[in-house]
């Protein structure tokens, strides 16, 4: 009998002690990686941030939803692919033939020929520049004028032969040639779009101008500096006359003028501001009106940061590669389209997703082509130019 409640004791100890053992364990880690958590906080929210922010209010982004011309539609919503064969065409030109010709994101450049019915035909590879082709342009000697990202300034002959016409300003190195156009002189005019030598998301949330436009004569072959401190200098169009440059500023949703002719000469201005989103190419019609591709819509986390320094230099620290997220393109494809003068003529959209992070849109027998960059949609695009 004695030996009873004994038993009873080292019994009831045998089947609890497991249970709160396992608890026991259980709370230790918990407590542990809770430690590691606000440790690796503290860690992250001391170590300094590789940036010092410049604090902007970025002005409120235009209203999709009220009348005016920035009021969505789905014009871009019908949009017809003319060839996959280049998955992301930054930027669309077309030759003396009415081919088209355009690069992609892997250094080939292809060329798209169409039917006597304005069918477009299978791509064909044309060039392969070993970079990154952004801008093209022919010049008066039928040579493709090309901006490469990574090798700078570029002249490829018919035969696809390939010369670096600049990778050098003033003894340094053109960082990042993006977009271009030509004068009737033969002066080719080109965005180095930021001393950062790369797209990164620290630029966005350091907001401070690193962009330059720049000019090679093809007499001197010697290139010049016109323009210093752009946000991200980007598109490169010449008005009709040449009297102007227009380089998009796509950091600060805006157009900047440079005066070539008249008594602004030197100068520059501001030719349209608080774009509905992020400014890409520009190119020009024969009205002389200008067409910019907007690579995504605004981002209200992107304002937020630029009025909030502490936020951006915290951003700033996080790794490249877990940011591709947080500057996506919005699935909302849009371009605009702008008088002479700078006046908002009407917009473009496609909100359903189809077609979006437009870098380009270029006006060319009776169609609208669509360009687009890594993070939008594939290939290469068209609609119907009726208003």
């Not at 304005?118 to 070993?130: E, R, V, Y």
């Not at 509905?276 to 981002?299: C, E, K, M, S, Y």
Request: with cysteine.
């Amino acid at each position: 009998m004695p030996n009873k409640p004994v038993s009873s004791v080292k019994s009831t100890e045998g089947v609890n002690r497991p249970k709160r053992s396992l608890r026991a364990r259980i709370c230790r880690w918990g407590l542990s990686l809770l430690t590691v958590l606000v440790l690796g906080l503290l860690v992250f929210l001391l170590f300094p941030s590789p940036i010092k922010p410049a604090k902007w209010s970025a002005p409120t982004a235009p209203s999709f939803e009220e009348e005016g011309p920035w009021k969505q539609n789905n014009k871009l919503s019908s949009a017809q692919l003319v060839t996959d064969a280049p998955q992301f065409p930054e930027f669309i030109t077309f030759d003396k033939e009415g081919q088209l010709f355009t690069g992609d994101a892997d250094g080939k450049i292809y060329k798209v020929p169409f039917d006597t019915e304005g069918n477009p035909q299978k791509a064909q590879l044309f060039a392969d520049t070993k970079g990154t082709p952004n801008g093209l342009i022919f010049d008066a000697k039928g040579d493709l004028i090309v901006t490469d990202v990574k090798r700078g300034l570029l002249s490829i002959n018919p035969s696809g032969s390939i010369e670096v016409l600049a990778d050098q300003v003033d003894g340094k190195p053109i960082y990042l040639a993006n977009e271009l156009d030509i004068a009737k002189d033969g002066s080719i005019y080109f965005s180095d779009t930021s001393n950062y030598g790369s797209v990164t998301f620290k630029e966005i949330a350091e907001n401070k101008p690193h962009g330059r436009l720049l000019k090679y004569d093809p007499m001197t072959k010697k290139t010049t500096v016109l323009l210093e401190g752009l946000y991200f200098a980007n598109g490169v169009a010449l008005s009709a006359d040449e009297d102007f440059v227009l380089v998009a500023e796509s950091y600060h949703y805006q157009l900047t003028r440079y005066w070539l002719k008249g008594p602004k000469k030197g100068t520059s201005d501001i030719f349209a501001d608080n774009l509905a989103g992020f400014p890409d190419n520009i190119t020009r019609d024969d009205q002389g009106h200008f067409w910019v591709g907007i690579f995504t819509t605004r981002l209200s986390f992107v304002d937020q940061m630029h009025s909030n320094p502490w936020l951006a230099s915290t951003m700033a620290k996080v790794p490249q590669s877990l940011l591709s997220g947080a500057s996506a393109p919005a699935k909302h494809g849009l371009a605009a389209e702008f008088s002479p003068q700078g006046e908002l003529i009407g917009s473009w959209h496609d909100p359903v997703g189809k077609l979006y992070g437009v870098t380009t849109a270029v006006s060319h027998n009776g169609y609208l082509y669509i360009g687009t960059a890594p993070g939008g949609s594939k290939g290469v695009h068209r609609v119907l130019l009726t208003k």
